[in-house]
């Protein structure tokens, strides 16, 4: 079947730490994006990448990173500069230029 | 900027019961415009889209909405509840040249009443 995995589903944080988040795809879309979700205030987007080894800042970049090598996978990494990163994670994916978003399933990010 | 604003924190239905979800936005072209639904820990699932044609959109799990251009409206409706469908609900726009990006509203949560 195709769709948006990631992983892991819960992960924790301790201070002063970076994590990564995994997304993967098998639609062989062209654009990927993480959102993050807070209660209450809907998805903002973080980054989003339309082709491979390109990659764009979205409306809350600072303490976020993340790479497209590959056209399948799009990893977020939580840095240690972002001060308040527990929040719900979500990956998605389009078609270049494709106007509609399928999602994966999220990974919730606590801190310890 | 675009926006999208979704008046309804909270709403509670009983089952059986007609629904509407409001959605406006603000786009300064014809918009794309999106319902997702999302069951509590679990990732959005897309219900329905509208970009461009009838005004009236057909989705999955028997919901519709109706694209009113005058009013800036997207609101979702479904004629009959069921118990599943409790979860939350969001209205998103997004269009063409903005490199897919999507600006989501703030969210409906709905809940069903036996």
């Known amino acids: 079947d195709g769709g948006i995995t990631q992983s892991p589903k819960y992960l924790f944080r301790k201070e002063g730490q970076n994590v990564t988040l995994s997304c993967e795809q098998n639609?062989?879309?062209?654009?990927m994006y993480w959102y993050r979700q807070d209660p209450g205030q809907g998805l903002r987007l973080i980054y989003y990448?339309?082709?491979?080894?390109?990659?764009q800042k979205g409306d809350i970049a600072e303490g976020y990173s993340v790479s497209r090598e590959k056209k399948e996978s799009f990893p977020l990494t939580v840095t240690s500069a972002q001060k308040n990163p527990t929040a719900f994670y979500l990956c998605?994916?389009?078609?270049?230029?494709?106007?509609?978003?399928?999602f994966g399933p999220g990974t919730r990010l606590l801190v310890l | 900027a675009q926006s999208v604003t979704q008046p309804d924190i909270h709403i509670t239905v009983s089952e059986g019961a007609s629904l509407e979800l409001r959605c406006n936005y603000s786009?300064?072209?014809?918009?794309?415009l999106f319902w997702y639904v999302q069951s509590p820990g679990q990732g959005l699932q897309l219900l329905l889209k509208?970009?461009?044609?009838?005004?009236l959109v057909q989705g999955i799990k028997g919901f519709e909405a109706e694209f009113k251009r005058s009013q800036s409206s997207f609101n979702l409706r479904k004629p009959s509840v069921h118990w599943s469908d409790a979860a939350e609900y969001f209205c998103?726009?997004?269009?063409?040249?903005?490199?897919?990006?999507?600006?989501f509203g703030t969210g409906t949560r709905l809940q069903v009443t036996l």
């Open positions: 998605a994916s389009s078609m270049y230029g494709g106007e509609t978003q399928y």
């Open positions: 639609l062989n879309h062209d654009a």
């Open positions: 990448s339309q082709i491979v080894n390109d990659f």
């Open positions: 786009y300064g072209a014809t918009p794309y």
């Open positions: 509208y970009f461009s044609g009838d005004t």
């Open positions: 998103a726009v997004g269009g063409p040249g903005t490199a897919s990006k999507l600006t």
